[in-house]
């Protein structure tokens, strides 16, 4: 062998070795960051803003997969850990869902029943009311009184039931009026003795309109009697009106 093929021979062998060591430099970095993500895990982030207190459903979210190094232990991992469950407070677009973002729905009481009614948007919603919320309904009536041998009608607003809790909200639906006139209603599903839902149903029923009030919560007190029928004449005579009892139910 000449000195020119030993020369070749040599490059030849330092080529061989570089590219090794190329090769193991690339198999220690694609090992590091092996080594720093590890296995992907499905998870799942919001697609759009929810509302608190409303439901949190398949269609709302995107899969995504992510490392698990990287997922948080409360992270949802799987749809089934949605069922019954609503936000806890305003979700926004993007987040990953977390166990901590829901809690369980509302649950009834021992003798507590579940009644909906059809609440004009309007009027009675205002998209403010959500499960979970704590609200007083009021109802507008017009009655007749007769004062020896005439008869006055007289406007009232009744407080009908004191801290109803709201179970569900339903879809703006469009309905039919006693005038057969088209108005956007919320069918709301309240927790209720006996007692209230019968009063509800009355209001319904009889009321020429019913308003829900948001309580804050925290700020649930019990309305004393006195305070729950309101007429204009209260307000001009500085006393509350009197003989309304058969709105009772």
Avoid: C, W
């Amino acid at each position: 062998m000449n000195a020119r093929q030993r020369r070749g021979l040599l490059l030849l062998l330092l080529s061989l070795v570089l590219a090794l060591g190329a090769f193991a430099g690339v198999v220690m970095v694609i090992n590091d960051v092996e080594s720093k993500v590890g296995p992907e895990t499905t998870a799942y982030e919001l697609a759009e803003d929810v509302e608190p207190y409303q439901e949190v459903t398949a269609d709302q979210l995107t899969e995504v997969s992510i490392p698990e190094r990287y997922v948080p232990d409360s992270a949802i991992t799987d749809l089934d850990q949605l069922d019954d469950k609503v936000a806890t407070g305003p979700l926004s677009e993007g987040s990953l869902l977390q166990a901590d973002m829901l809690s369980d729905r509302p649950e009834l009481d021992e003798g507590q029943q579940e009644i909906a009614v059809m609440i004009d948007a309007s009027t009675g919603v205002a998209g403010k009311i959500y499960p979970g919320a704590t609200i007083n309904m009021y109802a507008a009536f017009r009655v007749r009184e007769r004062d020896g041998q005439e008869e006055d009608e007289v406007e009232i607003v009744r407080l009908m039931v004191n801290n109803a809790e709201v179970i569900e909200v339903g879809e703006l639906t469009e309905v039919d009026d006693e005038d057969r006139a088209t108005m956007e209603a919320v069918p709301i599903t309240f927790a209720l003795d006996n007692t209230d839902a019968q009063r509800v149903t009355y209001a319904e029923a009889f009321a020429e309109q019913v308003r829900l009030a948001l309580v804050a919560p925290g700020e649930e007190t019990e309305i004393p009697p006195e305070e729950r029928t309101y007429t204009i004449m209260g307000d001009i005579v500085g006393s509350p009106h009197s003989g309304l009892d058969e709105l009772s139910p």
